[in-house]
């Protein structure tokens, strides 16, 4: 159409199509500016009583004066066709912004301003019912505009004047679905009578992806979703991030509430309970937020001291304190803090300090003794704070009492805590450990489970294989152990992501193995994590994915390794400050686990913030300066940065600290960047000659830096019919300049499932 004239407006070109119409840039030619001019789809003839209804309501909307609403100019009707002819605004929708990560500050002064544009649309009488990411733009100088009232719905006070009870912008009625899955109300999905209450219920589900970048009720398909709406509750913001003011999730909550009547009655009610947060003072919020849980304590549970006379017990003592962790975790009103960091400390060391580096209200230290069938386990809860013993007990029993013994200590721990932290109102609260039904049917399955769990720990190649031999053999003893083939499933999904055995030999065995664990016990969160880990991985099913991760979220929310795993999901589909959100969450339940604190580095560089990852890998490398994995990001890092030598040096310890088995590819590579092409060749040797699995990826990487892409795309497509699990950052990756420009690696991205996708990348 451009070029065409309808009335006073000549088209420039089309700038984009919905589902109520098109909208086309057109100069007025009487007043010599530009505006967007949409077309408004309709189902019937366009009568002439239906047009000038339309045009009245139209009217009503152009009577909409407000900074952060789009201001509508004229309304007219062109052989038969309805326009409307509104303020072109330059910027950028909120949906492509989300794509990028929203910082937590900014986040909030849209927000508000969205409120406010809400606030004032419903004082009109107009109800926008298609509250969306698309729908909002963000103007070159942060201003939002919000967009598109072709769903619009005039409110009851506005109709009463109309004979037509159907009246409406976009020949919407009762009765009809309209609106957009994923931001409609319940109401509106059920096709229920809405008012204003809807879109606070739309703004609440906005919010939560501002907040998360992720979709409070995103399921598999439309039909899921809307079931989802109408019937279960999201995953709570602060399983998804640490940033979010408790305030804030407030606000969120109570707007998402099912029922209207328990939500804000109003916008303005939203916006004045946003107003305190936006400015700085959030503890002046003043309106009540919906009842929710308190947030309760934090606790770490210390390794277990072995007094046995076998000094080769210590793998009973870890795990009986690991169950009791884990038993902890599923208390909704307790932070406990994962194995990893937890098991930096021994007990002999300064409590003090160790509650301080944890973060924690409380510590319970422990030491076992056993001889032959005799144990003997003493515990013990402390204040670090205060330097005090809140509680102490000693159990006498024999290894066929063990499983009664950790849930004893587990019951007296949650029971001690109860008295230290509830009070008043909050004194009856439920305080829920899990379900028992994790326990073998046989004590030495169990032991051998223990066994295999202490090798995982160590993450040594040699000590994966033995646990798999361990747990195999409590599988032999008790074919229905569900966590033993939850044990075998990490094993394999860590063999096939670090390329010891070919993935797609690896990750099958990992998916079944998972998925077996379900069937024995689909209330194992673990399992779903580890499912999730290898569909992620392996199967690039990025919605199943997603699907499991939230699972093990909802079983088991202590768990840090599914907000761990589930960051990589994010990395894949470009969700970058939701990826950062997850594995920040994941921190804090895990807060010295390196490779936690490693990937915090990794999507810091993704979301726009290199240096900020290179002071957290260093900061990492602080923790453990052999970390390989830490030492191989922060290559990654200084390569988008352009900054080689810093690179290689990097890039060289990961070689070395890993014995050969990590950071060859990008090494070579940078090699030949600066012109070390015969180091560049020598490393692609290296990989050629070596014994086992080299993955086609790592021998890619080196050709692009030689600068011979057809043979790097063939690695590439090797790399795909084996299924290499780093191609889920195929985009994100430093390939130089040459490779990211031809079309081959978009085209080996789309097979993948991989969005288009930007980050920051400097080339020297």
Sequence with gaps: MTGTEIAHYRIVGKVGEGGMGAVYKALDTRLGRHVALKTISVAKPLTEQRRLRLIREAKTACSLNHPNIVTIYDVLTHDGQFYIAMEFVEGITLKDLLRKGIP????????????????????????????????????????????????????????????????????TQDGMILGTVGYMSPEQAQAS??????????????????????????????????????????????????????????????????????????????????????SGSSSAVRVAPAPRPERGSSIAVLPFTNLSPDPGHQYFSDGLAEEIITALSNVRNLRVTARTSAFRFRKELDLQEIGEQLKVDYILTGSVRRAGSRLRVTVQLVDPRQDCHLWTERYDRTMDDVFAIQDEISNAVVEALKQQITSGSSAGQSWELPQKDRQPKDIRAHEDYLRGRYCLAKRSWASIRQAIAFFESALQKDSEHALSKVGLADCY????????????????????????????????????????????????????????????????????????????????????????????????????????????????????QPAEAVEQLQKTLGLDPDFALGHYHLGTVFTLAGEFEKAIEAFESADRKSGGSLGLGLLGCDYALVGRQAEAEHILNRMEQGKGYISPLQMAYVEAGLGRADAAFELLDRAYEDRSADLVRLRLQPWPKAILEDSRLNALAERIGLPPVEIQRVFG
């Design 104 to 171: 937590l500050p900014k986040t909030v002064r849209y927000a508000t301003q969205i409120a406010g544009a809400l606030a004032k649309t419903h004082a009109s009488g107009i109800i926008h019912r298609d509250l969306k990411p698309s729908n909002i733009m963000i103007t070159p100088d942060d201003q939002v505009k919000l967009l598109d009232f072709g769903l619009a719905k005039l409110t009851e006070s506005r109709r009463e004047s109309y004979s037509d009870e159907t009246a409406t912008l976009g020949l």
């Design 493 to 608: 999904n860590l063999l096939g992501y670090y390329n010891e055995r070919p993935p797609r030999e690896a990750f099958p065995k990992a998916i079944a193995a998972a998925e077996e664990a379900i069937a024995i016990n689909a209330r194992l969160g673990e399992a779903y994590a580890s499912l999730g880990y290898s569909l992620t991985f392996h199967d690039w099913n990025w919605v199943a994915a997603d699907r499991a991760f939230s699972q093990a979220t909802h079983l088991s929310p202590g768990y840090a390794s599914a907000k761990h795993w589930k960051t990589w999901l994010h990395f894949a589909r470009g969700e970058f400050q939701a990826a950062l959100n997850c594995i920040r969450a994941a921190q804090q339940v895990d807060p010295l686990a390196p490779i936690l604190n490693a990937h915090v580095g990794l999507a810091l560089a993704y979301a726009g």
């Design 193 to 278: 009578h809405v008012d204003a209450r809807s879109d606070v219920f739309s703004f609440g589900l906005l919010l939560y992806e501002m907040l998360t970048g992720q979709r409070a009720f995103q399921k598999a398909t439309q039909v899921s979703s809307l079931v989802a709406l109408m019937h279960e509750e999201p995953v709570p913001l602060h399983d998804l991030t640490i940033e979010c003011p408790l305030e804030l999730e407030a606000i969120v909550e109570r707007c998402l509430q099912k029922i209207p009547d328990r939500r804000y009655q109003t916008m303005l009610e939203v916006r004045h309970a946003l107003d305190p947060i936006d």
